[in-house]
């Protein structure tokens, strides 16, 4: 059932459904509590761990970035370091347009019974080291297996790494620690 819910709930078609089938979705629907945005905590989260610059720099990895840890504008251009610098309202803007992609990662990817804190911790995760990564992390799998499951600790910590140094170790260690509370 779950698999039937996922599939006609993320379905962009409009036709309707008839039968059993409608019936069995119309009775799950409101029971229906599925996390697919960033709480105002998790937004918080992921502000405080990205920081905001105004011009753009190299980040640890020597991509070009700017404001909140964005490496592309919305139109899908990357940042230049020859950008001008921007405001912290277009910061902030840019940020919350680009974080949309980042949610319907996690949010389509993973079991429809996470919480709140874990959305926000695997997207802090997600927006940190990207779609694909995520998609294809042990992170991913262990939450699909069990939710619980103590060793999603350890997974997020296996991406403690930028540019072959551990300097993400604290920030995955405080991702985690979001995900169980």
């Known amino acids: 059932m779950a698999k039937a819910k996922r599939q006609i709930k993320r379905s962009n078609s409009k036709r309707s459904l008839s039968g059993s089938l409608a019936k069995s979705v119309i009775r799950t ?35 070009p970035t700017i404001g909140f840890g964005n490496t592309y504008y919305e139109n899908g251009v990357r940042v230049k370091l020859s950008d001008p610098p921007i405001s912290k309202d277009r910061a902030l803007s840019l940020f919350l347009n680009i974080l949309s992609l980042y949610e319907k990662t996690v949010w389509s990817n993973t079991r429809d019974d996470i919480n ?29 297996k069990n939710p619980a499951d ?22 995955r260690i405080r991702e985690a620690k979001l995900y169980f509370s």
């Open 116 to 144: 709140q804190n874990q959305f926000d911790a695997l997207v802090s995760l997600t927006y940190n080291i990207g779609v694909n990564a995520f998609k294809k992390s042990t992170v991913l799998k262990l939450v699909n």
């Open 150 to 171: 103590i060793k999603i600790t350890d997974a997020f910590k296996m991406w403690k790494n930028a540019g072959g140094k551990p300097i993400l170790l604290n920030r």
């Open 29 to 63: 629907l409101p029971s229906l509590t599925e996390v697919q945005h960033l709480s105002k905590t998790g937004l918080a989260f992921i502000g405080k761990e990205e920081g905001c610059i105004l011009k753009p720099y190299l980040d640890s990895v020597g991509v």
